[in-house]
Nanobody, 122 residues
Framework: QVQLVESGGDSVQPGGSLRLSCAAS????????MSWYRQAPGEQRELVAT???????NYADSVKGRFTISRDNAENTMYLQMNSLKPEDTAVYYC????????????????WGRGTQVTVSS
């Protein structure tokens, strides 16, 4: 099972930018989908963005136009570029990997990182 490590979380002011990275311990070329989730205190886990092995991307309505997800197969790394950050973006951000379309994020076959904290405040 691939190991995932997030980095890049920080404390920034509204309107600022951050780039999160998710480094994998092995090849990500054939991984069906990699996603960023986030969870704010007292709130449910939210799917932020997904990128598939073919390059298809999807975004939550709340981040569409502000965030960009990408993957660099040569570096075994996934990224989340976050611009125009808002206080409501404050959360712990998690990286996930689904090896095939039949594996859900709740499956033992899926991988999760430990998370990185993003705080947006004045």
């Amino acid at each position: 099972q691939v190991q995932l490590v997030e980095s890049g979380g920080d404390s920034v002011q509204p309107g600022g930018s951050l780039r999160l990275s998710c480094a994998a311990s092995g090849s990500i070329v054939s991984i069906y989908a990699m996603s960023w989730y986030r969870q704010a205190p007292g709130e449910q886990r939210e799917l932020v963005a997904t990128v598939t092995s073919t390059g298809t991307t999807n975004y939550a309505d709340s981040v569409k136009g502000r965030f960009t997800i990408s993957r660099d197969n040569a570096e075994n790394t996934m990224y989340l570029q976050m611009n125009s950050l808002k206080p409501e973006d404050t959360a712990v951000y998690y990286c996930t990997a689904r090896p095939t379309r039949w594996v859900t994020v709740n499956s033992p076959a899926a991988s999760w990182g430990r998370g990185t904290q993003v705080t947006v405040s004045s």
